[in-house]
Every structure is written in C-alpha cells, then in structure tokens.
C-alpha cells in the first residue's frame, strides 16, 4: 500500500471543510487540532495508513501495537456543516511520501465535496514577543482579505514543509480553496534535540482559525497548559544560559547538564 484511507463509520459530509494539523515544528498543528478534536467532541470517523510513514509501531498502554497513522475526526455545527480534522502521530518520513499522502488526503476531500482546507504550521522567529503573530499564506487573494480581517497577517515571502503546507499547495493546483495559518514559535528544543510544544502560538492559530470557522471553543483548558509550557520554557531558557557561560569561560561543551 502506498496510501490507504480506512473509513471506519458512516459518512456523509454537507459542505464539507478540511482542517490539517499533523506534526511539526513546535507541534502548533497537532496541538491546535488535537484540542479541537477534544473540545468539540468530534468523531473519529477515518484512518490514514501509508508505507511512507517511519518503520517502526507504537506500542500502547494496554500492551498492544499499532501502527503508525493518520485520522480523520468529524464535527456537524448547528448549520449541518461537516467540519473534518486530520490529525496523526506522524508524518511521512520522505518527501516523496508526504506529497502522496497529502495528495491521497486531499483527493479523498474532493470526492467528498470539500468547499475549503486549512493547515496549521509554525513560523520560527528570533523576534521577542509577547503575545505571537499568526500569518497567513492562501490559495486566492479574496480568502487572503478573509483571514486578515479576522486577525491574520499577511506572509509574503519563504517557504512551509511538511504536510501543513503541501496540503495547501496540493489544493490551489486542484482549485480548492486553501489557507495555511503560521503562529509564531521560538521553537525551543530539549537537550534530546525534539522541539518543546508551544501551546501559546497553538492558541493564537486557534484564535484566528476559530474565528474564521465561526466556532465556540472553551480556551481554559488551553490556558492551563500555556503556563504550564512558560514555566518548562523558562527552566530550558535558564539552562541554555548556563550551557553557554561555561562554554565561554571554558571554550569546551559541557559534559553533563543538571
């Protein structure tokens, strides 16, 4: 198999909207759709299985394995708008693989009536701030007026990786409307090299993609965890610093961190 799409319920979209948040820099995409996912109750409906994705299983909590993979959850608002999440513990380990299973994902979407496709993703900045900008980079100039008037910034140079924004590409050349939402990260990484998660910026992408979609989520849960995060980032900071000052005084990398 190179790409499969397992559907595991019935169903049957009314003006179908594809929202893509898959791992990345930060996670703000998973984060931002995961929370979703759990604030809306939505349902999973699909699984996204690929030969592209990392060769190797998770084992769960209750002793048994599975493979690595995407899903597909669904939401019906009050207007009978099917709103569709794809989410997943990965994404696909070449870049030959990430472009099949964007493409797979999106041609799914297409035959089921899909109207528009968001992404979520990360734009790293050395820039302080205190709250962070999100950006925006769209399939059509009129849904480029759309999401600045509801607080997204214009992106108008660089480049996105990944799926998040394959997705969004795959869509304009299929005449599907498509915006990638870029919340801005430091990007902080652990001694072990994985980036910390930035719940602050997944907030802030929330903000703007809520808005858009027109949909009440409850943030404070949300909340809980940007403090949560301030207070690892903080300690990382700290000990970044520390890293630093015996480097400079000693001119050799540190043996240990404490």
Not at 59 to 81: A, C, M, T, Y
Not at 125 to 150: D, G, I, Q, S, W
Request: charged share 20%.
């Amino acid at each position: 198999m190179n790409v499969e799409i397992k559907m595991l319920n019935e169903f049957t979209p009314s003006q179908l909207i594809l929202v893509c948040g898959l791992p990345g820099t930060a996670y703000i995409g998973k984060l931002s759709v995961d929370y979703l996912i759990q604030q809306l109750k939505a349902e999973l409906v699909g699984e996204v299985y690929s030969k592209y994705f990392p060769p190797f299983v998770v084992i769960r909590e209750d002793g048994l394995v599975e493979l690595l993979r995407n899903e597909l959850h669904q939401f019906k608002d009050e207007s009978g708008r099917t709103i569709v999440f794809l989410t997943g513990n990965s994404q696909a380990y070449s870049p030959e693989g990430q472009y099949e299973i964007a493409d797979a994902v999106l041609e799914w979407a297409i035959n089921n009536g899909v109207q528009r496709v968001y992404s979520i993703a990360a734009y790293i900045t050395e820039r302080p701030f205190e709250a962070p900008n999100v950006y925006c980079t769209t399939t059509t100039l009129a849904l480029l007026e759309e999401a600045k008037a509801h607080g997204a910034q214009l992106l108008d140079n660089g480049v996105i990786g990944g799926e998040n924004g394959i997705i969004t590409g795959l869509a304009k050349k299929k005449n599907v409307e498509g915006a990638c939402l870029l919340a801005e990260t430091h990007g902080y990484q652990a001694p072990t090299g994985e980036y910390v998660i930035d719940p602050r910026a997944a907030k802030a992408a929330l903000k703007v993609l809520t808005s858009m979609l027109n949909l009440k989520v409850d943030m404070e849960p949300m909340e809980k965890q940007v403090a949560q995060m301030d207070e690892a980032i903080a300690k990382l900071v700290e000990i970044e610093r520390r890293i630093q000052k015996e480097m400079a005084v000693s001119g050799k990398k540190p043996a240990y961190v404490t």
